[in-house]
């Protein structure tokens, strides 16, 4: 069975850390490039990082730029997403997806589970 499985979330205060985790079961990550997403109460979709299967290239939203590092360990089959000096408007449910291509272009087809960050004092 297929699945993509974030975790690491919680509560922090304002200009805290989380490290988040992406990991995969029933396929092997090292094929796909993989993003994070995260959604909002009552906003939507937002599309934060995109990591290759070789971690060489990767991209990031300018909300998060300066900020958040996305990055890959295949042997554990997991991607991570190291988020810094942390806002308020950073609350959301964070989930990642598994693209088609081996680069970050074109669709996604996968989407995992999410896990919950709040920032708040």
């Known amino acids: 069975q297929l699945q993509l499985v974030a975790s690491g979330g919680g509560s922090v205060q304002p200009g805290g850390s989380l490290r988040l985790s992406c990991a995969a079961s029933?396929?092997?990550?090292?094929?796909?490039?993989i993003g994070w997403f995260r959604q909002a109460p009552g906003k939507g979709r937002e599309g934060l990082s995109c990591?290759?299967?070789?971690?060489?290239?990767?991209n990031y939203a300018d909300s998060v730029k300066d900020r958040f590092t996305i990055s890959r360990d295949n042997t554990k089959n997991t991607v991570y997403l190291q988020m810094n000096s942390l806002k308020p408007e950073d609350t959301a449910v964070y989930y990642c997806?598994?693209?088609?291509?081996?680069?970050?272009?074109?669709?996604?087809?996968?989407w995992g589970q999410g896990t919950q960050v709040t920032v708040s004092s």
């Open positions: 990591i290759s299967t070789s971690g060489v290239s990767t």
């Open positions: 029933g396929f092997t990550l090292d094929y796909y490039a």
């Open positions: 997806a598994r693209r088609l291509s081996r680069l970050c272009v074109g669709e996604y087809n996968y």
